[in-house]
Every structure is written in C-alpha cells, then in structure tokens.
C-alpha cells in the first residue's frame, strides 16, 4: 500500500517536470539561431549549405517519423527519452567531431531518429 502511494507520487512528480524538460529540450526558435550561427562562423558553411542541409533534416524528420514511433512503442516513452538524449549527444559529438557538410547532414539523419 505505502509503496502504490510513493509511486503514484513519483509519477505526479514527473508529469509536472516533464513539460518543464519538453520546453527547454524543444525551443526551436532559441536553437535555430545558434545553430545557424554556429554552421556559418564554426563549420564554415555558407547560408545555402545551411538551407539545404535544413531542408535534408525536414525530408529526414518525414521519413524517419514511423520508425521513430515503432522504436518508442517497443521500449516505451522512459527508455525512449533516454534513448532520444543518446542520440542527441551522439548527433552533437558528430557536429563537434566531423568537419563539412556531409557529416552535418550524417548526424542530422542520427537526430531526426529521436522523437
């Protein structure tokens, strides 16, 4: 008994900091502006090669979706998340790591994987 109340009480704690974690893990027009600035001064790239790699992430995002929804109705919306922030640290060391436009288009198809 004192163990369903201690769980049901973990759960409320979670559904509270969940959209608090959403928010700042999916504030695209915050990111969207480093992320530009940092393919421009960082990788060189010019605002074409940066519109074009978008543009490969948005047909990556599309098609990547149903795989996406698969993997998380396998292991669940817990190791999801933690699978998801795998990949987005994977997505990041790649950015770090690999220099030109191919390797940013490579890790962009890794991050569009996450749901």
């Known amino acids: 008994m ?11 704690k979670n559904a509270k900091l969940y959209p ?7 504030d695209l027009l915050f990111f969207y502006s ?6 421009t001064i960082t990788k060189k790239l010019t605002a074409s090669e940066v519109l074009i790699i978008n543009g490969f992430y948005l047909l990556f995002r599309i098609l990547m979706q149903i795989p996406a929804v698969a993997i998380t109705d396998f292991f ?6 933690i699978l998801g922030n795998i990949l987005i640290t994977l997505y990041i060391l790649i950015l770090i ?19």
């Open 2 to 12: 004192k163990a369903k109340k201690e769980l049901s009480k973990i759960k409320r």
């Open 20 to 26: 608090i974690y959403k928010m700042f893990a999916w």
């Open 34 to 39: 480093i992320e530009f600035l940092f393919y």
């Open 76 to 81: 669940g919306k817990r190791k999801s998340i």
């Open 97 to 115: 790591i690999c220099p030109g436009a191919i390797s940013v288009i490579i890790a962009d198809l890794i991050f569009s994987l996450r749901i």
